[in-house]
Nanobody, 125 residues
Framework: QVQLVESGGGLVQAGGSLRLSCAAS????????MGWFRQAPGKEREFVSA????????YYADSVKGRFTISRDNAKNTVYLQMNSLEPEDTAVYYC??????????????????WGQGTQVTVSS
């Protein structure tokens, strides 16, 4: 079965950086777009970023554009989210996700069928 395992979360001061990783197994990783979502306390889960299967196209929420960078290493079955200039508003549980179909990329929650367990990111002011 498909497994997605996030790591790299933690506590950081505002202005700092973190790099999240998501290791995937149980799927042909190089055929799947990958996405990152986040959910803050009391809020709905929201799109953060996505990357196509070959890494040639990336997508970002307006709130993170210019600060976050998504990338992937298909040889390692891993997708990354480099987060710079972190703000307290970035505090959330971050999830990586894969769509239900190969060669499809999306920015909506409903387009993703497989989810990791999440990793907590806390940004202090």
């Amino acid at each position: 079965q498909v497994q997605l395992v996030e790591s790299g979360g933690g506590l950081v001061q505002a202005g700092g950086s973190l790099r999240l990783s998501c290791a995937a197994s149980g799927l042909t990783f190089s055929s799947y777009a990958m996405g990152w979502f986040r959910q803050a306390p009391g809020k709905e889960r929201e799109f953060v970023s996505a990357i196509t299967w070959g890494g040639g196209n990336t997508y970002y929420a307006d709130s993170v554009k210019g600060r976050f960078t998504i990338s992937r290493d298909n040889a390692k079955n891993t997708v990354y989210l480099q987060m710079n200039s972190l703000e307290p508003e970035d505090t959330a549980v971050y999830y990586c996700a894969a769509p239900g179909r190969v060669f499809r990329v999306g920015v909506k929650l409903a387009e993703y069928n497989y989810w990791g367990q999440g990793t907590q990111v806390t940004v202090s002011s």
